[in-house]
């Protein structure tokens, strides 16, 4: 046996780190904060993605921000809703006031037709006195005036245009004061029919005009090419018209004046086919029911072709005037055209209904999506105050967690440090996860006994209290310096302290390194170490080391102890028991591995208290 005499100046090892105080406390806010993340497993700084999607609800940053999340997430599909409808509703609201303007347009359009309806009859008539002056003939155009005037009156609206230069057109009363100017003037000045038909085909071609720009402000109209057939029939009643007009001052005066005559007689009428083949391109719908009034009157055509053969034939040939033969043209072609105007009156009407019928269907949509957007507006709040509500508790319910979770940690932490005094970690980490512990087997280890010299004596003339005080105070400075240290403590029984390095952590031959640096600490530090009830009185120290195998394993299921089993327990506490107060007694294999260490003195022990105690011990 050797006696280990001096500390060596090898350093303690990286143990020093992993002190107890680390790991016992209560957390800080910063702290349970990171530990609440892991649990949600929120994301980390460094993916600013995912940190933006989501937060810690237990922080009032988190709360605002989840909150605010919360809300965007029920208001964006509703806003999304809204801002269709609302779309549809801006849509439906515009066709509907594009189809009531288009009535309106439609109703205008046939008070103008009406207009000029009576304007072309009251040109044939004039144009008829000015070919045939006669008492018969200013008849028939005194009765015209009042026709005229009264279709004037009955028109609702009477748009003027800024780009119309002509004054007399500004206002219905302008109109018909230059209307009535010239009828007053008829008989005071030589006018020719030619001219009378130019002055009303002037006044009449403004009023077409105004119709074409009706039809073209409706051009997003569903039914915009139904409106230019119309347009185009309306046009085609005015040809009829002119070629009438043309026709009376034939028959009356027995033939044209001029060859000029002849062809604006021509040009109106090809210009009226035209005009039905296009409307017959626009809308079947009218053509088919200008054909439908036709068949009503298969007479009509008849007598009229014929008159209008006559026309062509006789371009340059004079025959005998007949005011008869020209009422009965007039007649005629009168009758035609109110044929055209049955027509004009009937596609109207369709016109009309249909436009009526958008306009109620629009309105229903209307009020549907009102009353949508009333149940939206009074929902709304209610769902953003239950979101709220439902955030608020949710954060709450977050918070109280968290609370617990704080507690429940400082709790695991406590009882974690009992369980890593009464085990080592490393086996009390695998008894929580349920696996068997097998005793094991470690081929070289370092163990540490020690006790007080004259325990005996002092705990005999000291109470039960003073015993436990002492113990007690002298065991926390011993496990407060063994922690610098890569050892493991292993149980104390009274007086006795265990300790082994090298179990359950394989340190390779640092044990007994580790050991030896912590028996020197030990004896230093309990020199200076007063006994709390004996004042002035030190303890004194008796240790014992030996290295080799051992067994090492948990014992006990209810109160479960690691512990080491072998010779080598029993050969250092023959060590421990046969030591000298405050000195550090080691075996013979402890000294061959220190001695491979430099920095450490060792000195053999033979002296007689060692030989009495041998003798004691084989007897």
Same mark, same amino acid.
């Given at each position: 046996?050797?006696?280990?005499?001096?500390?060596?100046?090898?350093?303690?090892?990286?143990?020093?780190?992993?002190?107890?105080?680390?790991?016992?406390?209560?957390?800080?806010?910063?702290?349970?904060?990171?530990?609440?993340?892991?649990?949600?497993?929120?994301?980390?700084?460094?993916?600013?993605?995912?940190?933006?999607?989501?937060?810690?609800?237990?922080?009032?940053?988190?709360?605002?921000?989840?909150?605010?999340?919360?809300?965007?997430?029920?208001?964006?599909?509703?806003?999304?809703?809204?801002?269709?409808?609302?779309?549809?509703?801006?849509? +439906?609201?515009?066709?509907?006031?594009?189809?009531?303007?288009?009535?309106?347009?439609?109703?205008?359009?046939?008070?103008?037709?009406?207009?000029? @309806? =009576?304007?072309?009859?009251?040109?044939?008539?004039?144009?008829?006195?000015?070919?045939?002056?006669?008492?018969?003939?200013?008849?028939?155009?005194?009765?015209? =005036?009042?026709?005229?005037?009264?279709?004037?009156?009955?028109?609702?609206?009477?748009?003027?245009?800024?780009?119309?230069?002509?004054?007399? /057109?500004?206002?219905?009363?302008?109109?018909?004061?230059?209307?009535? @100017?010239?009828?007053?003037?008829?008989?005071?000045?030589?006018?020719?029919?030619?001219?009378?038909?130019?002055?009303?085909?002037?006044?009449?071609?403004?009023?077409?005009?105004?119709?074409?720009?009706?039809?073209?402000?409706?051009?997003?109209?569903?039914?915009?090419?139904?409106?230019?057939?119309?347009?185009?029939?309306?046009?085609?009643?005015?040809?009829?018209?002119?070629?009438?007009?043309?026709?009376?001052?034939?028959?009356?005066?027995?033939?044209?004046?001029?060859?000029?005559?002849?062809?604006?007689?021509?040009?109106?009428?090809?210009?009226?086919?035209?005009?039905?083949?296009?409307?017959?391109? =626009?809308?079947?719908?009218?053509?088919?029911?200008?054909?439908?009034?036709?068949?009503?009157?298969?007479?009509?055509?008849?007598?009229?072709?014929?008159?209008?053969?006559?026309?062509?034939?006789?371009?340059?040939?004079?025959?005998?005037?007949?005011?008869?033969?020209?009422?009965?043209?007039?007649?005629?072609?009168?009758?035609?055209?109110?044929?055209?105007?049955?027509?004009?009156?009937?596609?109207?009407?369709?016109?009309?209904?249909?436009?009526?019928?958008?306009?109620?269907?629009?309105?229903?949509?209307?009020?549907?999506?009102?009353?949508?957007?009333?149940?939206?507006?009074?929902?709304?709040?209610?769902?953003?105050?239950?979101? /709220?509500?439902?955030?608020?508790?949710?954060?709450?319910?977050?918070?109280?967690?968290?609370?617990?979770?704080? &507690?429940?940690?400082?709790?695991?932490?406590?009882?974690?440090?009992?369980?890593?005094?009464?085990?080592?970690?490393?086996?009390?980490?695998?008894?929580?996860?349920?696996?068997?512990?097998? &005793?094991?087997?470690?081929?070289?280890?370092?163990?540490?006994?020690?006790?007080?010299?004259?325990?005996?004596?002092?705990?005999?003339?000291?109470?039960?209290?003073? +015993? +436990?005080?002492?113990?007690?105070?002298?065991?926390?400075?011993?496990?407060?310096?063994?922690?610098? =240290?890569?050892?493991?403590?292993?149980?104390?029984? !009274?007086?006795?302290?265990?300790?082994?390095?090298?179990?359950?952590?394989?340190?390779?031959?640092?044990?007994?390194?580790?050991?030896?640096?912590?028996?020197?600490?030990? +004896?230093?530090?309990?020199?200076?170490?007063?006994?709390?009830?004996?004042?002035?009185?030190?303890?004194?120290?008796?240790?014992?080391?030996?290295?080799?195998?051992?067994? &090492? !394993?948990?014992?006990?299921?209810?109160?479960?102890?690691?512990?080491?089993?072998?010779?080598?327990?029993?050969?250092?506490?023959?060590?421990?028991?046969?030591?000298? &107060?405050?000195?550090?007694?080691?075996?013979?294999?402890?000294?061959?591995?220190?001695?491979?260490?430099?920095?450490?003195?060792?000195?053999?022990?033979?002296?007689?208290?060692?030989?009495?105690?041998? @003798?004691? @011990?084989?007897?």
């Amino acid at each position: 046996m050797v006696f280990f005499k001096r500390k060596s100046q090898i350093q303690p090892s990286s143990k020093t780190n992993l002190s107890l105080s680390s790991s016992m406390g209560s957390m800080t806010q910063s702290q349970l904060n990171t530990i609440i993340s892991d649990m949600l497993s929120l994301p980390q700084a460094g993916n600013s993605c995912e940190v933006m999607c989501r937060d810690n609800p237990i922080t009032n940053a988190g709360k605002r921000k989840q909150l605010l999340k919360m809300l965007i997430i029920v208001l964006l599909p509703m806003g999304i809703l809204v801002g269709m409808m609302g779309n549809v509703f801006i849509s +439906v609201v515009k066709n509907y006031y594009e189809a009531t303007g288009i009535r309106t347009s439609l109703f205008f359009s046939v008070e103008l037709g009406q207009m000029m @309806r =009576y304007l072309q009859r009251e040109r044939d008539m004039s144009a008829l006195y000015v070919g045939a002056i006669g008492k018969d003939t200013k008849d028939y155009l005194l009765r015209r =005036y009042p026709d005229t005037d009264a279709a004037l009156a009955n028109m609702s609206q009477w748009p003027v245009r800024l780009a119309n230069i002509r004054t007399e /057109f500004q206002s219905k009363d302008k109109f018909l004061v230059y209307l009535n @100017r010239h009828r007053y003037q008829l008989d005071q000045q030589n006018r020719t029919s030619k001219q009378e038909m130019e002055f009303y085909t002037s006044v009449i071609e403004i009023f077409m005009s105004w119709l074409y720009e009706i039809v073209s402000e409706s051009r997003t109209g569903a039914v915009w090419k139904t409106l230019v057939a119309y347009q185009e029939i309306i046009v085609a009643s005015e040809y009829i018209g002119r070629e009438r007009g043309m026709g009376i001052t034939y028959f009356a005066r027995g033939g044209f004046e001029t060859k000029e005559d002849y062809l604006l007689f021509l040009e109106a009428q090809i210009n009226s086919n035209i005009t039905f083949q296009s409307c017959k391109r =626009y809308s079947e719908l009218a053509y088919q029911i200008y054909e439908d009034q036709l068949k009503t009157k298969a007479t009509l055509l008849a007598p009229i072709t014929n008159m209008r053969l006559m026309i062509r034939s006789n371009k340059s040939a004079k025959r005998n005037p007949s005011l008869e033969t020209a009422n009965y043209w007039f007649e005629n072609m009168t009758y035609y055209q109110e044929t055209v105007r049955e027509t004009q009156k009937k596609l109207a009407e369709k016109i009309d209904s249909q436009l009526s019928l958008r306009e109620e269907e629009d309105l229903e949509v209307i009020i549907s999506i009102s009353c949508i957007f009333g149940v939206v507006m009074v929902i709304c709040p209610l769902v953003i105050l239950g979101v /709220f509500k439902l955030t608020v508790q949710i954060q709450s319910y977050s918070l109280s967690i968290a609370n617990r979770t704080k &507690a429940l940690n400082k709790e695991k932490k406590r009882t974690d440090t009992l369980l890593y005094q009464m085990l080592p970690k490393s086996v009390a980490e695998r008894l929580k996860n349920n696996e068997i512990i097998e &005793a094991e087997h470690y081929s070289e280890a370092t163990i540490f006994f020690s006790d007080i010299v004259g325990f005996t004596k002092i705990a005999a003339s000291s109470s039960p209290y003073q +015993v +436990v005080d002492m113990l007690n105070s002298l065991y926390m400075c011993f496990d407060q310096r063994i922690e610098l =240290y890569d050892v493991y403590k292993v149980e104390t029984i !009274g007086d006795a302290y265990m300790v082994v390095s090298g179990v359950p952590r394989k340190n390779g031959q640092r044990h007994a390194a580790e050991i030896g640096i912590m028996a020197l600490d030990l +004896v230093r530090t309990v020199k200076d170490l007063e006994i709390p009830h004996v004042p002035g009185m030190t303890f004194s120290l008796r240790t014992g080391c030996h290295t080799g195998p051992v067994v &090492a !394993g948990v014992v006990g299921t209810k109160m479960p102890r690691y512990c080491l089993f072998g010779d080598t327990v029993n050969t250092a506490s023959k060590m421990e028991s046969l030591g000298m &107060a405050n000195k550090v007694h080691i075996s013979q294999t402890t000294r061959d591995i220190l001695f491979t260490i430099d920095g450490f003195m060792i000195e053999e022990r033979f002296d007689e208290v060692v030989q009495v105690r041998e @003798r004691e @011990r084989e007897v």
